[in-house]
T-cell receptor, first 113, second 111 residues
Framework: ELKVEQNPLFLSMQEGKNYTIYCNYS?????LYWYRQDPGKSLESLFV?????AVKQEGRLMASLDTKARLSTLHITAAVHDLSATYFC?????????????FGKGTKLSVKP | DTGVSQDPRHKITKRGQNVTFRCDPI?????LYWYRQTLGQGPEFLTY????????KSRLLSDRFSAERPKGSFSTLEIQRTEQGDSAMYLC?????????FGPGTRLTVT
């Protein structure tokens, strides 16, 4: 059974600082998604990482995937208040259900001035 | 707007009542997923359709839950005899080969 662990679960950052969110998962998956969720809202797709070694960047966020280590990271550069949200990683489950996503508990990011 | 839509956005019901939610996926997507999200948790998979066929149901989907996707277009999720533990955000996602796009969700409150 695919399980996902994110850390940290809560992250309070100052504007301008850098930080990394880690996502570990327990069984093989070749595809991993990162989503952002604002309070009371649905999920906004940030990145889809399709293969080992994949790296994608958008603005101040950069995501990477190491399928051998079963690890993905989301790196935040020079954080700004607008990045405050909850971030979820979700590897794709091929074991049974042909592609549903398994979500971590999320990392609640708060960026303070 | 060509994204995933869900209706209603909010539903308040009394325990024991039945409720039905609707999801309209992106038109060219043949895969459709239902997830449930409770406060402070990540979404949990409920069920999955490829076209009109329901191919998998999570163990979270008790006998009180049923989902359909007639003609492989929109999908409905019905909960019978609602319980307070059913209170959650119900999310629908449709999928191309590379992406899963989520709808705005239906927030259910059972009183």
């Amino acid at each position: 059974e695919l399980k996902v662990e994110q850390n940290p679960l809560f992250l309070s950052m100052q504007e301008g600082k850098n930080y990394t969110i880690y996502c570990n998962y327990s069984t093989t998956s070749d595809r991993l998604y990162w989503y952002r969720q604002d309070p009371g809202k649905s999920l906004e797709s940030l990145f889809v990482l399709l293969s080992n070694g994949a790296v994608k960047q958008e603005g101040r966020l950069m995501a990477s995937l190491d399928t051998k280590a079963r690890l993905s990271t989301l790196h935040i550069t020079a954080a700004v208040h607008d990045l405050s949200a909850t971030y979820f990683c979700a590897p794709q489950n091929y074991g049974g259900s042909q592609g549903n996503l398994i979500f971590g508990k999320g990392t609640k990011l708060s960026v303070k001035p | 707007d060509t994204g995933v839509s869900q209706d209603p956005r909010h539903k308040i019901t009394k325990r024991g009542q039945n409720v039905t939610f609707r999801c309209d996926p992106i038109s060219e997507h043949n895969r459709l997923y239902w997830y449930r999200q409770t406060l402070g948790q990540g979404p949990e998979f409920l069920t999955y359709f490829q076209n009109e066929a329901q191919l998998e149901k999570s163990r979270l989907l008790s006998d009180r839950f049923s989902a359909e996707r007639p003609k492989g277009s929109f999908s409905t999720l019905e909960i019978q005899r609602t319980e307070q533990g059913d209170s959650a955000m119900y999310l629908c996602a449709s999928s191309s080969y590379y992406e899963q796009y989520f709808g705005p969700g239906t927030r259910l409150t059972v009183t």
